[in-house]
């Protein structure tokens, strides 16, 4: 069998002019997503996620170095997406690093990839963000995250959120709980604030511009009147401060399944909720809103009001 992933990049450029290479590439892999569940995030599991837990971890032993062996590169080798989004030759490497891992340990199993689409089945699904901050990686800048997740039947049951440059990790499994590590600590599990007032609530709202294109700026504007403290932080790092109890919301727009499969189990495992901007538990309405959990509804009314 012939393996899609195995063409590097040639999903993006559709017949482009790359911009290091200057050669064009063939049209292969449309928009593909994951299948949705008719089940809720909290819907309950009752299988043993543990061996699956210890391989999503050594896959993200294996992305971060991947990842980390380019980064701040002189001569990294950056390439234009058709929709003008940025991939670099890490990114490529780094997904290619994790399917070859589940090939030899999980040949059963599918993968749902940024970088290369879905291959196999369904029913297990690792969905993977490579290098999840590709803007930020390329600058050198090291807010970036590897994103690791397994969605059994559509729901995502185990993330991992790495962060290499920064010596950071989270991860979570159904049923086990949340966790994060610091460099030369032990792992400790974490939990979502307490706070039961959106007067007191901390608040990332990503980027300005996804509200906009969506046609929410009164939305927007009407959260940062309504919170204690808003900020754009962006990315996976805000959703992880919820997880630990430091902001209260987190939402946006024009994310895919790979953005945020991983973060859909950290954030519940931590006593969060996770669901689309219009409440829905879903990773593919191109929308996420996380919140603590006890103030979901209060945003949900706040920002869905006339």
Same mark, same amino acid.
């Not at 297990?124 to 039947?153: E, H």
């Given at each position: 069998?012939?393996?899609?992933?195995?063409?590097?990049?040639?999903?993006?450029?559709?017949?482009?002019?790359?911009?290091?290479?200057?050669?064009?590439?063939?049209?292969? *892999?449309? $928009?593909?997503?994951?299948?949705?569940?008719?089940?809720?995030?909290?819907?309950? /599991?009752? &299988?043993?996620?543990?061996?699956?837990?210890?391989?999503?971890?050594?896959?993200?032993?294996?992305?971060?170095?991947?990842?980390?062996?380019?980064?701040?590169?002189? $001569? *990294?080798?950056?390439?234009?997406?058709?929709?003008?989004?940025?991939?670099?030759?890490?990114?490529?490497?780094?997904?290619?690093?994790?399917?070859?891992?589940?090939?030899?340990?999980?040949?059963?199993?599918? @993968? /749902?990839?940024?970088?290369? &689409?879905?291959?196999?089945?369904?029913?297990?699904?690792?969905?993977?963000?490579?290098?999840?901050?590709?803007?930020?990686?390329?600058?050198?800048?090291?807010?970036?995250?590897?994103?690791?997740? *397994?969605?059994?039947? &559509?729901?995502?049951?185990?993330? @991992?959120?790495?962060?290499?440059?920064?010596?950071?990790?989270?991860?979570?499994?159904?049923?086990?709980?949340?966790?994060?590590?610091?460099?030369?600590?032990?792992?400790?599990?974490?939990?979502?604030?307490?706070?039961?007032?959106?007067?007191?609530?901390?608040?990332? /709202?990503? %980027?300005?511009?996804?509200?906009?294109?969506?046609?929410?700026?009164?939305? @927007?504007?009407?959260?940062?009147?309504?919170?204690?403290?808003?900020?754009?932080?962006?990315?996976?790092?805000?959703?992880?401060?919820?997880?630990? &109890?430091?902001?209260?919301?987190?939402?946006?727009?024009? @994310?895919?399944?790979?953005?945020?499969?991983?973060?859909?189990?950290?954030?519940?495992?931590?006593?969060?909720?996770?669901? %689309?901007?219009?409440?829905?538990?879903?990773?593919?309405?191109?929308?996420?809103?996380?919140?603590?959990?006890?103030?979901?509804?209060?945003?949900?009314?706040? *920002?869905?009001?006339?």
């Amino acid at each position: 069998m012939v393996r899609a992933w195995a063409n590097e990049g040639q999903r993006y450029h559709l017949g482009r002019v790359t911009r290091k290479s200057r050669q064009p590439t063939q049209d292969i *892999l449309d $928009d593909v997503t994951s299948p949705t569940s008719p089940a809720g995030f909290d819907a309950p /599991f009752n &299988g043993d996620l543990s061996a699956d837990l210890e391989l999503a971890l050594r896959l993200a032993d294996a992305a971060d170095a991947a990842s980390m062996a380019r980064f701040d590169a002189a $001569d *990294l080798d950056v390439q234009v997406k058709p929709d003008t989004s940025h991939v670099t030759e890490a990114d490529l490497a780094t997904e290619r690093v994790i399917r070859s891992m589940l090939e030899a340990e999980r040949p059963d199993d599918g @993968v /749902f990839g940024e970088e290369f &689409g879905v291959t196999g089945s369904t029913t297990r699904q690792w969905i993977i963000d490579p290098i999840d901050g590709t803007a930020n990686y390329l600058k050198g800048i090291p807010m970036w995250t590897v994103l690791i997740a *397994l969605a059994i039947d &559509g729901v995502p049951r185990i993330g @991992v959120a790495s962060q290499p440059a920064l010596g950071r990790r989270w991860w979570a499994a159904a049923g086990q709980g949340a966790w994060t590590n610091t460099p030369d600590a032990a792992p400790r599990r974490i939990t979502v604030s307490s706070v039961d007032t959106i007067e007191a609530a901390s608040a990332s /709202f990503q %980027s300005i511009s996804q509200w906009d294109e969506v046609g929410k700026l009164d939305e @927007v504007v009407r959260l940062s009147r309504a919170v204690w403290r808003d900020r754009g932080y962006g990315d996976t790092w805000p959703y992880m401060l919820l997880a630990e &109890g430091r902001l209260e919301f987190v939402a946006e727009f024009g @994310v895919k399944e790979y953005d945020i499969a991983a973060l859909v189990p950290i954030v519940t495992e931590a006593g969060g909720r996770f669901t %689309s901007f219009d409440g829905r538990d879903s990773i593919a309405d191109r929308s996420s809103l996380a919140t603590n959990g006890i103030l979901h509804e209060s945003f949900l009314s706040l *920002l869905h009001s006339s």
